[in-house]
């Protein structure tokens, strides 16, 4: 097994006759593949006894679409960005589209979450500002819509890098239906003007939202909107989209957290997308280079916290 590779390809069985929103579904809501006694998400591997693993998942898709699917993620290879996982190898073959992806050894920033609870700023800043790397990469040189971004898409290892993953979807989406207002992605972390589904769709600064929630959840150690009744949970996923549409948005409280990193935070969480800043003007915010002279070892931070996946 090649050191760095996640070894067998992951397989999707891809029968004839659906569309490609049951794609897109299936990698936004399900999100895992197995093969063998591995198991495959976002998140990264692990292995897993038999009892443990699913029947294979089954997806209805025209031919023509598995072939353009399979091409598409050929493209995604092109991608060469430090910030974002690896596609090392894709290919399409007896109607199965294999995929090889970088292997993340700490899991996802959702995982880390678990075992801290909170980040502290200095960190988060360090964070931030890999993440801002590859958001400028893939709005401005790839022209790539993440859509989905949230802590289980953001994957980290020992060596203290923070990579974007599961952009695949939105480069499909991309180039198949050259729809932006096609609705994928988890709600939570939707901005607003894609939950008002606006006729004009969205733009790359739906991600900027997405982050700012992120790194506030990061920080705060709770999703930022808290239901009405302050219960630990929403009663219904409609009443948090009312809530994030009609009602403003979260703020960083001033007196737990420096001012850049509230203003970095407000800079990110405007209703109005034409009030955001874009990922490369954010990387010239103060907060993002504020703690540079503390040399923050997010490696060390990340191993301490203990991985929770498998080493291979």
Known sequence: MRKGLLGPSLKLSVPASSDQASFSKFLTESGTFKDGDLLVNRDGVRIVSQSEVEPEIQMNIEESMRKQIAQELKINQSAQCPYVVVCYQSFYANGVISIILEYM?????????????????????????????????????????????????????????????????SAI?????????????????????????????YNYKSDIWSLGLILLECAMGRFPYTPPDQSETWE??????????????????????????????????????????????????????MYDDLHIDLGAYFSNAGSPLATL
Request: charge should be neutral; aromatic fraction near 6%.
């Open 105 to 169: 050894d700490g899991g996802s920033l959702a995982d880390l979450l678990k075992k801290v609870k909170t980040i502290p700023e200095a960190n988060l800043a360090a964070i931030c500002k890999q993440v801002l790397k590859g958001l400028m990469y893939l709005h401005h040189e790839k022209h790539i819509i993440h859509r989905d971004l949230k802590p289980s898409n953001l994957l980290i290892n020992h060596r203290g890098e923070v990579k974007i993953t599961d952009f695949g979807v």
């Open 236 to 289: 219904s996923i409609f009443e948090l989209i009312e809530t994030i549409v009609d009602k403003p948005p979260p703020t960083a409280p001033s007196e737990h957290f420096s001012a850049e990193f509230c203003s970095f935070i407000s800079a990110c969480l405007q209703k109005d997308p034409k009030d955001r800043l874009t990922a490369q003007e954010l990387m010239g915010h103060p907060f993002v280079s």
């Open 173 to 201: 989406m991309e180039s198949t239906s050259g729809q932006a207002n096609t609705f994928i992605g988890t709600f939570n972390y939707m901005s607003p003007e894609r939950i008002n589904g606006s006729q004009r769709g």
